[in-house]
């Protein structure tokens, strides 16, 4: 049974530059959450995907956005690349009826 | 979500148990304890959850305050394997409430 997967697993970008990262949630599962974490720091949520539309936010700006796709795999997308943006991005899946997440190995983004 | 407060770091000796502490003074009544784990450069591992009554799994095992107001996760056997990165997060029960992670406790398990 395969867990989460995501992909890449790094990736360098340029400041201003535009990226995506993708993420096959956990089979069985149909909510997908997307987690920022910087060095040192705990992971921070940016939002979660279900039944293909955004359900909750964190406090990030509209350069990041998503999407759901009907096979419940998700997107993150985010536009004009800040230094700051640099970090592993995690992502997460679970069933909205209730239980845990299961989260993926992160994509580690790199912006120069 | 309710704030947790967590040592920043802890050690252990291999063999040993290992007791992480978490204080959780403003849970509400619906939320739970959960615990996760961060290995270097993987994603959150889940390791156990609870709501009052103590609970134990094939990982570990979560000993609830009876105010509710603190908790311990114990792990039983400490092996090197155990070093990593312990999340406590307070939160309403569901799949799609989201995890407020902290800094957790970073535990180092030595020979």
């Known amino acids: 049974d395969a867990g989460v997967t995501q992909s890449p697993t790094h990736l360098i970008k340029t400041r201003g530059q535009q990226v995506t990262l993708r993420c096959s949630p956990k089979?069985?599962?149909?909510?997908v959450s997307w987690y920022q974490q910087a060095l040192g720091q705990g992971p921070q949520f940016i939002f979660q995907?279900?039944?293909?539309?955004?359900?909750q936010r964190g406090n990030f700006p509209d350069r990041f956005s998503g999407h759901q796709f009907p096979n419940y795999s998700s997107e993150l997308n985010v536009n004009a690349l800040l230094l700051g943006d640099s970090a592993l991005y995690l992502c997460?899946?679970?069933?909205?009826?209730?239980?845990?997440?299961?989260f993926g190995s992160g994509t580690r983004l790199t912006v120069v | 979500d309710a704030k947790t407060t967590q040592p920043t770091s802890m050690d252990c000796a291999e063999g040993r148990a290992a007791n992480l502490p978490c204080n959780h003074s403003?849970?509400?009544?619906?939320?739970?304890v959960y615990w996760y784990r961060q290995i270097h450069s993987q994603g959150p591992q889940y390791i156990i959850h609870?709501?009052?009554n103590n609970e134990t799994n094939e990982m570990a095992s979560l000993i609830i305050t009876e105010d509710r107001k603190s908790s311990t996760l114990i792990l039983p056997h400490a092996t090197l394997r155990d070093t990593a990165v312990y999340y406590c997060?307070?939160?309403?029960?569901?799949?799609?409430?989201?995890?407020?992670f902290g800094t957790g406790t970073q535990l180092k398990v030595e020979l």
């Open positions: 997060i307070v939160r309403v029960a569901g799949g799609g409430n989201k995890l407020t």
């Open positions: 403003t849970i509400s009544g619906n939320e739970y």
């Open positions: 609870g709501l009052k």
């Open positions: 997460a899946s679970s069933l909205a009826a209730g239980g845990g997440y299961t």
């Open positions: 995907y279900y039944e293909e539309e955004e359900r």
């Open positions: 089979s069985g599962h149909d909510t």
